[in-house]
């Protein structure tokens, strides 16, 4: 693990803000910016399940604090829930604890591919925003 992982892995257990936008972390859920954003990924064609829990930070069973960006359950919803900001999926993907770039998805290399509500996505995958009902889809 390179020292940039390390830096990145201490700061989620710790709470520390992390992404482009300084995702904070609360004791409580902030509901000033309350919206739910679908993702899906596929590796190789077969979907990848974006995790329970990406987001919240527990000791012994106690939710010690919530990022902003968090997900309760394996069904792909991403909660954003935050004093406010805009965020994006560069924001998410730090408090996951994983990259994401044009070429990296994770533990995957290669093109990735995104789209918006079905239609393919023009920019860089890191630089979608994080909108209310969105669906996104990451294809590596």
Request: hydrophobic share 45%; aromatic share 6%.
């Amino acid at each position: 693990m390179g020292l940039r992982a390390v830096v990145l892995v201490a700061a989620l257990a710790t709470g520390q803000p992390v992404g482009p936008h300084q995702v904070g972390c609360n004791a409580n859920e902030v509901l000033n910016e309350h919206i739910h954003v679908h993702l899906a990924i596929e590796h190789a064609g077969k979907p990848v399940t974006v995790p329970a829990n990406i987001g919240i930070v527990q000791a012994a069973g106690l939710v010690l604090c919530l990022y902003w960006l968090h997900t309760h359950d394996d069904s792909g919803t991403i909660h954003v829930e935050a004093p406010g900001g805009n965020f994006t999926l560069a924001d998410f993907f730090a408090v996951w604890g994983r990259p994401l770039s044009p070429t990296r998805l994770g533990p995957y290399r290669g093109r990735v591919r995104a789209y918006v509500n079905g239609a393919p996505y023009k920019g860089a995958p890191q630089t979608i925003p994080l909108l209310d009902g969105e669906q996104i889809l990451l294809r590596i």
